[in-house]
């Protein structure tokens, strides 16, 4: 069966400091790899996508950066936290486009 | 991609029937309707979904309507573990985004 590993779970970040937070998905090949973000109390804000090895899609411009070095790796990058970094940041894959999306259990990441 | 409209909240009772509106007038030929739910600090986890027909699994109920501009979940029997913020999301078999919009915060009451 497929499974989602998110890590890690919380994360305390002083402002300024750079992030990294790792996403791996197991028991399928070649999926489809997302990353949001929820701000406290809001919506799913969809940041990247990625429908293979390299190729990434950007949807909304902000100190964040995604790479997808292995075909089951998605990556969430910033080089220097802002305070507006802060919320709770989820992976999500799925198997083709349009089919139901698998999420992880988050990263709540505190920027202070 | 189609608009969802849904209430921001309800209550309902526990073992009681819970059904959550979901407008979509815009919706597309192409798009199923997808409906997720998010239990507070945990990802979101997917429910049901529908093209034209209804719809039924072990979790829950999915009526389309007629024209496809509305739908409704229905959890036919409530229950505390199901309080959480419920999505609709017409989906695109074509695309790869997924827009998720605010939900409806469902509070079951004991």
């Known amino acids: 069966s497929q499974t989602i590993h998110q890590w890690p779970a919380t994360l305390v970040q002083p402002v300024g400091s750079p992030l990294s937070l790792e996403c791996t998905v197991e028991g399928t090949s070649n999926p489809n790899l997302y990353w949001y973000r929820q701000a406290a109390g809001r919506g799913l804000q969809l940041l990247f996508y990625?429908?293979?090895?390299?190729?990434i899609s950007s949807e909304v411009p902000q100190n964040l950066s995604a790479s997808r070095p292995q075909d089951r790796q998605f990556i969430l990058s910033s080089k220097k936290l802002l305070l507006s970094d802060s919320g709770f940041y989820l992976c999500a894959w799925s198997r083709d486009r349009g089919e139901k999306l698998f999420f992880g259990s988050g990263t709540q990441l505190s920027v202070l | 991609d189609a608009k969802t409209t849904q209430p921001p909240s309800m209550d309902c009772a526990e073992g009681r029937a819970a059904n959550l509106p979901c407008n979509h007038s815009?919706?597309?030929?192409?798009?199923?309707v997808y409906w997720y739910r998010q239990i507070h600090s945990q990802g979101p986890q997917y429910i049901i979904h529908?093209?034209?027909n209804n719809e039924t699994n072990e979790m829950a109920s999915l009526i389309i309507t007629e024209d496809r501009k509305s739908s409704t979940l229905i959890l036919p029997h409530a229950t505390l573990r199901d309080t959480a913020v419920y999505y609709c999301i017409p989906q695109d078999s074509g695309t790869y985004k997924y827009i998720f919009g605010t939900g409806t915060r469902l509070k079951v009451l004991a």
């Open positions: 815009t919706i597309s030929g192409n798009e199923y």
């Open positions: 529908g093209l034209k």
């Open positions: 990625s429908v293979g090895i390299g190729q």
